[in-house]
């Protein structure tokens, strides 16, 4: 069972007097985070409704991507942020079975809805034929893309369940034994795990580590090659006399190889910051040593650049963000 020794009791944040600046730098992450992908959620989510057609599919993909860094912010890391401000934050053991299943269920629909977003746009580079349209009436959604972004929710919550029923309050004493990405790099709320042997232990970690942190890196990274190798063939053959109807998408629309950069940068920052948090975590888990005390630290900050910086990439190159942005900043 993978254990960790002299760790801060459950419930103790990082210590406002102990780390000034790093508290401060992770407050100004958070907010962020907050404002940054609430922005973006009102803002495209206007846009999508005010639309006839419905909508982009990126935009909608976007907006849910948003919604899962938004909801994690408010639901896990603002509670970070007051813990280190020194106050004390406690809950029922009936509290730390749903903030576990919660923390748990957000974490992995955001690395999941991220890497959708990669890989619908590395088919949107490949597709030979643009979206058809139809000029009867107002088009929307494709049922498809709502259902999939439905079970990315759906089947999250089935695999939170656990995090749910083996999770309880610790006491003054307790020390966190297990860390997860997809959870809570520290005790929070006086929430720790609680699962009944070290085989379960080992069998949740080793499942959540390969199927949630491990397997979607890869997948993006590889969607990301590909995309990668797309553009590059894209910029081989620009030649007008290739440009046929029956060139890829992004051959024909500009528009879609600027999108391509800001979600290949999106899913290249996702990659770098989540990888760093998953090297960081899983090395404690399963050497410890005395890695112990920054290890924790580097994966916090790496657990938050994405969600706070994700939304200023989104706002370089989404042309309506840019102009309710410029728009807010000249009046």
């Known amino acids: 069972m993978p254990e960790l020794k002299e760790l801060e009791p459950v419930g103790v944040g990082l210590g406002v007097n102990r780390?000034?600046?790093?508290?401060?730098?992770?407050?100004?992450?958070?907010?962020?985070?907050?404002?940054?992908?609430?922005?973006?959620?009102?803002?495209?989510?206007?846009?999508?409704?005010?639309?006839?057609?419905?909508g982009r599919n990126s935009d909608i993909i976007l907006i849910n991507m948003a919604l899962s860094n938004l909801l994690l912010s408010l639901l896990r890391n603002i509670l970070l942020v007051i813990s280190d401000l020194g106050?004390?934050?406690?809950?029922?053991?009936?509290?730390?079975?749903?903030?576990m299943g919660v923390w748990v269920w957000l974490r992995s629909v955001n690395v999941w809805s991220t890497l959708f977003l990669s890989a619908f746009h590395f088919q949107t580079l490949r597709r030979v034929a643009p979206p058809s349209r139809t000029v009867h009436g107002p088009r929307r959604p494709p049922k498809t893309l709502l259902?999939?972004?439905?079970l990315i929710w759906y089947l999250n919550l089935i695999?939170?369940?656990?995090?749910?029923?083996?999770?309880?309050?610790?006491?003054?004493?307790?020390?966190?034994?297990?860390?997860?990405?997809?959870?809570?790099?520290?005790?929070?709320?006086?929430?720790?795990?609680?699962?009944p042997?070290?085989?379960?232990?080992?069998?949740?970690?080793?499942?959540?580590?390969?199927?949630?942190?491990?397997?979607?890196?890869?997948l993006m990274a590889i969607t990301n090659l590909g995309s990668l190798y797309t553009l590059y063939t894209h910029g081989r053959t620009r030649n007008p006399a290739h440009m046929t109807q029956d060139a890829p998408v992004i051959k024909?629309?500009?528009a879609e190889r600027r999108a391509a950069k800001v979600i290949l940068a999106l899913t290249i920052l996702f990659i770098v910051s989540w990888g760093t948090s998953i090297i960081s975590i899983n090395y404690l888990n399963y050497y410890k040593g005395s890695s112990a005390t920054f290890?924790?630290?580097?994966?916090?900050?790496?657990?938050?650049?994405?969600?706070?910086?994700?939304?200023?990439?989104?706002?370089?190159?989404?042309?309506?963000?840019r102009a309710v942005i410029k728009s807010f900043l000249t009046h």
């Not at 407050?27 to 409704?49: C, H, K, Y």
């Open 19 to 54: 780390y000034p600046f790093q508290n401060a730098l992770y407050i100004i992450f958070v907010l962020l985070g907050i404002v940054g992908n609430a922005t973006v959620v009102g803002v495209i989510s206007e846009s999508v409704f005010k639309d006839p057609s419905g």
């Open 87 to 99: 106050l004390e934050l406690n809950t029922s053991r009936d509290g730390c079975h749903v903030l």
């Open 147 to 150: 259902i999939s972004l439905g």
């Open 159 to 195: 695999y939170a369940i656990p995090a749910h029923i083996y999770s309880t309050k610790g006491n003054k004493n307790s020390t966190e034994t297990l860390m997860l990405v997809s959870s809570t790099t520290r005790p929070l709320l006086g929430c720790v795990w609680n699962f």
């Open 197 to 218: 042997s070290s085989y379960d232990t080992l069998a949740y970690t080793t499942t959540s580590m390969v199927i949630h942190e491990i397997l979607p890196v890869i």
């Open 252 to 254: 024909r629309i500009p």
């Open 295 to 321: 290890l924790p630290v580097i994966a916090r900050f790496a657990n938050s650049i994405f969600i706070a910086i994700s939304p200023i990439v989104l706002a370089l190159g989404h042309r309506r963000l």
